[in-house]
């Protein structure tokens, strides 16, 4: 896995330049974008930011309206561009304010607090709210428990976890944006849902102008090809294609 | 150092506020010394500290003593918790930690209290940001029913069930953008920017994004004293401020979002809140409040017809 780029306000080409590439240009960059859910305070912004800037944050104050990370990914030598929404975790933003930014959502990272029951349990409304906004199971969706150092309070049962991430075919994975030792598990994460990206046709991409033609034969829809990702831990995470479900914790 | 002229339109103005208070008038006569440069001073906040506690001089507050059960046990109670533990850029650099924990036990007191006071009223991620503010500006007492006030007047398109009305108003932002700027305009709507970079603008008069303390209570004269919708107008002089960095930004919605979101705080808040005050002299909410209201049913349409006909945007 390479880094690229970190989030910055310049050298990033405009989109629209895309349009008018010729076939022997080099390629543009795939965007894809990844919208972050989950109750208040569980860990989205340490999360991201743990994942775009390569460290954990310190402390964040709350997340009022929406936040935008981004960071580009080369898999298996195509470089693909993860716009990450950090989103706010009150229920009242997430009615009125949010559906914005569902639009044209390439995947899904919902993210629960392994100490916080109650943050798990509104999984449930989260994941209605994506499916009003028809982020359904045809695109990707994962599921993170967050602050998994802290395991002496640990109240969300890593099995009870699985079984839920089972029911809405998604994987699951355990970590913490806080400790060092999982930085590589979060990039681990992030690199799965990347080769789901790419190895899936977007429902609707960003940028459908950089499709790349010639890229079609390893466009196999989302859930038939399954990359293994190397976690840090020495274990293979393969996602199997009934459950699609992962722990690499 | 400060000039000698400097000095003394400061001592010029500090006497002039000094005799509205002592003459007991009425909150409107402030307006204008709010507005004008320096707002009420940064004199350790001392004239504030008097002047601000005048917007609940005729509220009748009973302050009721809460049990802390009662506090502990209220619907907002976690949420408010879990944010006014996070607070950062609002406390003074190398404030001792005793003091911090004891302010954010205050706060958190604060907001339920106003919450009970005010039933009907929901709490929302940002207000936090104000109550701070006020707490420290005013102390407990004098910042409970400031805040009482506020919550009824200007926070209270807030504070409903949900944020519908919120998001109807910052229509503003862009009706303002419209008028002054039309390429501006143009290009942001191109972008599909949206109006959520500059909620957090809004719902917590800045006190959410800027760093600068001097900076806030300054602005939060300006808002506590002119009409609720203040802080839009102030959001779409920001923006018009800035067509420049945003034409030189790409048109994604993205990265303007990022670009507008951090607010420099070496911004010359001075004139952008005489701009302010011009805007809204030039396009009055009054008249405003009908576009406004157009442009939020419109887009309301479109949402729902793209949640039907997804292939159509």
């Given at each position: ?236 995470c393969q996602p199997t294609t009934s459950n699609d479900s992962c722990f690499g914790c | 150092m400060d000039c ?310």
């Amino acid at each position: 896995m390479m880094e690229e780029g970190n989030q910055g306000n310049t050298s990033i080409p405009a989109s629209s330049a895309s349009s008018t590439a010729s076939s022997t240009a080099s390629p543009q960059k795939r965007v894809f974008k990844i919208i972050v859910v989950g109750n208040s305070a569980v860990g989205k912004t340490c999360l991201t930011y743990r994942f775009c800037e390569g460290r954990f944050p310190g402390r964040t104050e709350a997340t009022i309206g929406v936040d935008f990370r981004e960071k580009v990914l080369t898999v298996d030598g195509e470089q693909l561009k993860l716009q990450l929404w950090d989103t706010a975790g009150q229920e009242r933003f997430r009615r009125s304010m949010v559906h914005h930014y569902y639009r044209n959502v390439n995947a899904v990272v919902f993210v629960y607090d392994v100490t916080n029951a109650n943050s798990f349990e509104s999984l449930s409304l989260w994941i209605e709210e994506c499916n009003d906004h028809q982020l359904t199971t045809k695109i990707p969706r994962i599921l993170v428990g967050n602050k998994c150092d802290c395991r002496e309070t640990q109240v969300v049962n890593t099995n009870r976890a699985q079984m839920f991430a089972d029911m809405h075919n998604m994987p699951l994975f355990e970590t913490s944006a806080k400790d060092d030792s999982q930085a590589n598990h979060i990039e681990s994460i992030f690199m799965t849902l990347a080769h789901k990206l790419k190895n899936s046709r977007p429902m609707m991409p960003v940028h459908m102008s950089q499709w790349q033609k010639d890229n079609d034969a390893d466009n196999i829809p989302f859930g038939e090809e399954i990359s293994n990702v190397r976690l840090r831990t020495g274990l293979i995470c393969q996602p199997t294609t009934s459950n699609d479900s992962c722990f690499g914790c | 150092m400060d000039c000698p002229s400097t000095v003394s339109w400061q001592t010029e103005k500090q006497k002039a506020i000094e005799s509205l208070i002592e003459n007991c008038c009425d909150t409107t006569s402030f307006r204008g010394l709010c507005f004008s440069r320096g707002g009420l001073l940064n004199v350790l906040d001392n004239l504030r500290k008097n002047v601000w506690p005048l917007l609940a001089r005729d509220n009748k507050m009973f302050i009721d003593r809460i049990s802390s059960e009662e506090i502990k046990h209220h619907q907002y109670y976690n949420q408010v918790v879990l944010d006014v533990k996070r607070i950062l850029k609002r406390f003074p650099p190398g404030i001792n930690e005793n003091i911090q924990a004891d302010l954010q036990v205050k706060v958190t007191e604060l907001i339920i209290r106003v919450l009970i006071a005010n039933e009907g009223l929901h709490y929302y991620q940002g207000f936090h940001d104000i109550a701070i503010t006020l707490l420290l500006v005013l102390g407990e007492e004098k910042s409970y029913s400031v805040l009482c006030r506020l919550s009824q007047s200007h926070f209270q398109l807030f504070m409903g069930p949900d944020m519908e009305p919120t998001m109807e108003i910052l229509n503003l932002v862009y009706a303002l953008v419209k008028n002054e700027n039309r390429d501006l305009y143009n290009y942001l709507m191109r972008s599909e920017l949206g109006t959520i970079f500059c909620l957090p603008w809004a719902i917590t008069w800045f006190g959410h994004v800027l760093n600068d303390y001097e900076t806030v209570v300054r602005l939060f004269d300006v808002f506590m004293f002119s009409h609720p919708w203040t802080s839009m107008y102030l959001s779409a002089v920001v923006v018009l401020h800035r067509a420049s960095d945003i034409f030189l930004t790409p048109c994604e919605m993205p990265l303007l979002h990022q670009m507008l979101s951090n607010v420099p705080d070496n911004l010359p808040f001075d004139s952008l809140i005489t701009e302010t005050e011009k805007l809204m002299r030039t396009y009055p909410p009054d008249v405003m409040e009908k576009v406004v209201r157009e442009m939020h049913a419109e887009k309301y349409l479109k949402h729902k017809f793209l949640l039907i006909f997804p292939e159509w945007h």
